[in-house]
């Protein structure tokens, strides 16, 4: 995917508001760059026409901004500042939509329904099967416990990680193949963490 205009100042604009989140140690600005690189690679790989790809691209970079206002449920709102973003630079309204869509599609309580939706959901989990899975959890650790005040002993982290890894699933072919071992590795060192 080739770098566009729109992009470059979508990417300006979500390292601005997303910059202050200094208490964010892994929802931050490099995650969402992560997601948007991810999603384009298995968008690739995965054969979805060249017109959605702008969409899935704008939606990954756009799927955490909702921290900037609450840090649980922040998805709609993530959502609704794209919306407001697109709206002003005269985006179509109907690509609008799908990127509020795609982003909504990122919260943990959903199910995605279409190829597109499961490409930003692996994409966005993609480090539940990478080899830094042990080091990206522990900066989600860090940033809970600093935003919500609170103290997580390490027993109750590597149950409350075992219970994410073990809900999610990766819905791509290409994520599965790619991913899927590594997953499975992960998870089998959370068990033995937690006992």
């Known amino acids: 995917m080739e770098k566009t205009k729109l992009l470059v100042d979508i990417k300006h604009y979500v390292n601005y508001i997303l910059l202050p989140l ?6 931050q600005y490099e995650h969402s760059i992560d997601v948007m690189q991810r999603a384009v690679y298995l968008w690739e790989k995965e054969w979805i026409s060249q017109e959605e ?38 985006y179509p309204i109907e690509k609008i939509k799908l990127v509020e869509q795609l982003i909504l599609a990122t919260s943990p309580k959903v199910e995605p329904k279409n190829k597109l939706e499961e490409i930003i959901k692996d994409a966005d989990l993609d480090n539940l099967g990478r080899d830094d899975f042990f080091e990206t959890a522990q900066r989600v650790k860090k940033e809970l416990e600093t935003i919500k005040k609170i103290k997580i002993k390490d027993p109750d982290w590597y149950h409350a990680a075992l219970d994410v890894i073990g809900k999610n699933k990766f819905y791509t072919q290409t994520q599965n193949t790619e991913r899927g071992e590594k997953r499975r590795e992960n998870k089998e060192k959370l068990k033995n963490l937690g006992i």
């Open 22 to 27: 200094e208490q964010h140690y892994y929802h």
């Open 53 to 90: 790809v702008e969409i899935l691209a704008i939606a990954a970079l756009f799927h955490d901004t909702g921290f900037t206002i609450q840090y649980d449920d922040n998805e709609p709102i993530g959502a609704k500042i794209a919306h407001n973003y697109l709206k002003t630079i005269l």
